[in-house]
């Protein structure tokens, strides 16, 4: 029973080291809308790549404001295959822009990553 258990257990903590060996690689952690017009297309892509050697998961992904709404790929990104969060800005709102959105994955160097987005929207 001992040896079972602490087979149980090496297994246990071997596949838990194994799961965190995921990476996450912006291709740009900064997205510049630019000066665009009120009204106009306010949906841009962070695209990434899993850089690791286990399967990638984004848990989840935030904005700094409700004027911000981040979708992503919510199945997990095998190693070396790309995957997408898409942020849709309200471009209703007149001035400048400069938001953050929080991604959380299990990635192992980076479980917690901020991206940016910026511009100017004018009438």
Do not use: H
């Not at 690689?25 to 009120?38: H, L, N, S």
């Not at 700094?64 to 995957?83: D, R, Y």
């Not at 953050?100 to 511009?119: C, M, Y």
């Amino acid at each position: 029973m001992k040896k079972f258990l602490t087979f149980v257990f090496l297994a246990f903590f071997g596949v838990m080291a194994y799961a965190q060996d995921a990476q996450i690689t912006f291709k740009a952690e900064e997205i510049d809308y630019g000066t665009i017009k009120q009204g106009a297309d306010g949906v841009r892509i962070f695209e990434f790549t899993n850089t690791g050697k286990a399967p990638l998961v984004i848990a989840n992904a935030y904005s700094s404001c409700g004027c911000t709404v981040p979708t992503w790929t919510n199945q997990p990104i095998a190693p070396g295959a790309k995957g997408k969060i898409e942020v849709r800005y309200d471009t209703n709102r007149v001035g400048p822009i400069s938001k953050t959105i929080t991604v959380q994955s299990n990635a192992k160097d980076a479980p917690t990553k901020t991206l940016r987005i910026r511009g100017t929207i004018v009438q």
